[in-house]
């Protein structure tokens, strides 16, 4: 079973930068698609960005593209991503899965971790 731990949110002035991080323990974290996902209270999930088993192709959400950037070292089974130019729409709790449809509710689905919270806010 996935194990997912997610770190690195925060409270920023818009305009300002985060790097979350996500530590899997997945046996074999290289078979896998990697995605970081956002919910904010009372909207859906959104697939944030993508990024490819050995790291080469990367997809992201029109809303963050040219802003946020995926990255992963699957020597440490970590996935991370760096978040430029933060708007206020930016927040939500961020987390980190497998490449996957995504759930009506994150917070109360089996398989997900608990996630990071970024506020954007003056």
């Known amino acids: 079973q996935v194990q997912l731990v997610e770190s690195g949110g925060g409270l920023v002035q818009p305009g300002g930068s985060l790097r979350l991080s996500c530590a899997a323990s997945v046996f074999i974290f290289t078979s896998y698609t990697m995605g970081w996902y956002r919910q904010a209270p009372g909207k859906e999930c959104e697939l944030v960005a993508a990024i490819a088993r050995i790291g080469v192709g990367t997809n992201y959400a029109d809303s963050v593209k040219g802003r946020f950037t995926i990255s992963r070292d699957n020597s440490k089974r970590t996935v991370y991503l760096q978040m430029n130019s933060l708007k206020p729409e930016d927040t939500a709790v961020y987390y980190c899965?497998?490449?996957?449809?995504?759930?009506?509710?994150?917070?109360?689905?089996?398989?997900w971790g608990q996630g990071t919270q970024v506020t954007v806010s003056s």
């Open positions: 899965n497998t490449w996957q449809t995504c759930p009506l509710t994150i917070a109360t689905t089996p398989g």
